[in-house]
C-alpha cells in the first residue's frame, strides 16, 4: 500500500493533519495502536475530563447555589456510575465521529503499532501479532505523550494513579491527594472537590498554574479554597506508599521539614512526556531531547530526515490540543507546498474550572523580563452586570497593552466562561488590535464579554465606565 502521507497517530494532531492531507488531494493512510481514534484527547484527555467537569458543576450547582435562585431540590444525591457512563458515552460519540470523517475523507485507517523500517517504510503491527507493511513519501509523527512519574514513586494505577485512572474511578474518593498543581491536578481535583472529596494539593512552585500570569493563580487559589481544596504550595513530594486501600505521601515543607498525609487515592499530575516507545526512531537516525523525550524538529516541524515531519504533543511548545491541531494543518499545507504560518504567542490556555482561566499572549512576568513598558487595565465579574444576574461574581479580565502602541499584548482572565471569552482576546491579537480598537467595539449588553470591553477602556487611560 503506497501513499502520499502517512499519518502516525491519531490524536487531534494526527487526525486533524489526516484530513488535511485528503482534502488538499493527497492520498493518506493514519495508524492508530489503540482500537478508537482520537488520541489522548478525545478518550483519557480534553473530553472525559470537560464531561465529568459539567456533571460535577451541575452537582454542586444543584447542592449549593440553587437555593439561591430560589430553586429547592429535595434527596439530591449521586449517582457516579451513571456519571461515568455518560462520561464514557460522550467519549464513545466522539471517537466514532473520527471513524466517520476518516471513512468520508476516504482516509484509510490501519489499527497497530505504526514503527519505521525505513525512513519511507512503516510496518504496522496489530494487537494479533500480524504485520502490515505501508510506505509513503512523507510521514508525519504525532504519537503525543503520556503522564510523567516521579522516579522515587511507583504508579501503581490502582491507588497511586494519573489522569487516565482518575477518569475512571469507580467510586468518589474520600480524601484525594494531588501532586502538582498545574492544570490537570486542578481540573479533576475540581471534580472530585464538588463531588465531596477531600482534595489536597502538594506543589513544589509557590503557586499554582505556575506557568500563567501569577494573578491568575492567586485568584484561582482562593477561588479552589471555598470549594474546600487546601493547597501546600513550595512543598516538595518525598514518596508515596500503599496499605491497602491507604495512600500515605511524605513530602517536606518550605523549611525542610517532614510531613505526612493520608488519603485514598493519590493522583500524581506532574506533567507529561513525549511517547516515542516502538516508534524506531533510531533506526532512521531521528534523535529525541534527553530532558522530555521530544522529536527535534526545524520551523517547518521536519525532523532531521527529509520528508519525515512531527507535530502535536511529541516536540516542543505546549501540550494542547489545539496546537497540535494547527500544527497538522501547518505540516499537511507545506507538504501539498502551500506556505502557512502559526504565531506560537497566539495560542490560548485553559484551565477548565470554574471559574475558567484563560490567557493568550504575554503574561506581567514576561513583560517585565523583557523590559517592556506595559500598561494594564483590569475589571472584576462583581462590577458585571451579567455575572452579578448569573451569581458568577468571582475573577477578572486583565488587559495588557503596549505603554506607547496601545497594542494589546496580553490578556489574562479567570471568570464565567471565559474559555470561549479568550477568543476575542485571539482575533483581536491576531489582528494588533490596540486596546482602545477594543473599547470602541460594541459589546451586547448583558454579556460576560462586556469585562474585556472594560478592561481594555481601563487600559485606555483608565477609562472604565463599571467601576
Ligand atoms: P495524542 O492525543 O496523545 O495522540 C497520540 C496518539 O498516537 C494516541 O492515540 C496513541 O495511541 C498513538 N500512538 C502512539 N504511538 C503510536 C505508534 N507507534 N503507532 C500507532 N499509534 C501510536 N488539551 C487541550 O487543549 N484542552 C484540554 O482541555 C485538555 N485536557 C486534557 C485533559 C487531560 C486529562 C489530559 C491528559 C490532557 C489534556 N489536554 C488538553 C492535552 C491534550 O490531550 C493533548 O495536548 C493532545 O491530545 C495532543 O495531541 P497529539 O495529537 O499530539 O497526541
Ligand atoms: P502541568 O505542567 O500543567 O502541571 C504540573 C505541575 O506539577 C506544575 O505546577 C509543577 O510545578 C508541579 N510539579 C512538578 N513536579 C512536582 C513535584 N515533584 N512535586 C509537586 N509538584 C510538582 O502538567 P499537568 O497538569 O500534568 O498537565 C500535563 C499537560 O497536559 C499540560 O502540559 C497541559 O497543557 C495539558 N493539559 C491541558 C489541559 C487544558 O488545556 N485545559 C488540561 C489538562 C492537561
Known sequence: MQYD????????????????????????????????????CLNVGCIPSKALLDSSEHYHNAAHTFTTHGIKLENLGIDFGQMVKRKQEVVDANTSGISYLMKKNKIDTHFGVGSFKDKNTITVKKADGT????????????????????????IDKKRIITSTEALNLT??????????????????????????????????????????????????????????????????????????????????TPKGESKELKGDYCLVAVGRVAYTDGLGLDKIGITVEERGRKITVNDHLETSVKGVYAIGDVIKGAMLAHKAEDEGTLVAELIAGQKPHI???????????????????????????????????????????????????DGFVKVLA?????????????GPRAADMIAEAVVAMEYRASAEDISRMSHAHPTYTEAMREACLAATENRAIHI
Open 131 to 154: 504485520e502490515t507493511e505501508i510506505t509513503g513519501k512523507n510521514v508525519i509523527i504525532a504519537t503525543g505523550s503520556k503522564p510523567s512519574a516521579l522516579p522515587f514513586l511507583k
Open 343 to 393: 504565531d506560537y504567542n497566539l495560542i490560548p490556555g485553559v484551565v477548565y474550572t470554574w471559574p475558567e482561566v484563560a490567557a493568550v499572549g504575554q503574561t506581567e512576568e514576561q513583560l517585565k523580563a523583557a523590559g517592556v513598558k506595559y500598561k494594564t487595565g483590569s475589571f472584576p465579574f462583581k462590577a458585571s452586570g451579567r455575572a452579578r444576574a448569573s451569581g458568577d461574581l
Open 402 to 414: 503596549d505603554a506607547t502602541t496601545d497594542e494589546i499584548l496580553g490578556v489574562h482572565m479567570i
Open 5 to 40: 502521507v502517512i499519518v502516525i497517530g491519531s490524536g487531534p494532531g494526527g487526525y486533524v493533519a489526516a484530513i488535511r492531507c485528503a482534502q488538499l488531494g493527497l492520498k493518506t493512510a493514519i495508524v492508530e495502536k489503540y482500537n478508537t481514534l482520537g488520541g489522548t
Open 171 to 252: 467510586e468518589v474518593p474520600k480524601h484525594l491527594v494531588l501532586i502538582g498543581g498545574g492544570v490537570i491536578g486542578l481540573e479533576l481535583g475540581s471534580v472530585y472537590a464538588r463531588l465531596g472529596a477531600k482534595v489536597s494539593v502538594i506543589e513544589f512552585m509557590d503557586g499554582i498554574i505556575p506557568t500563567m500570569d501569577k494573578a491568575l493563580g492567586k485568584e484561582l487559589q482562593k477561588v479552589l479554597t471555598k470549594l474546600g481544596m487546601e493547597f501546600y504550595l513550595g512543598h516538595k513530594v518525598t514518596g508515596a506508599t500503599v496499605k491497602g486501600k491507604d495512600v500515605t505521601v511524605t513530602f517536606d
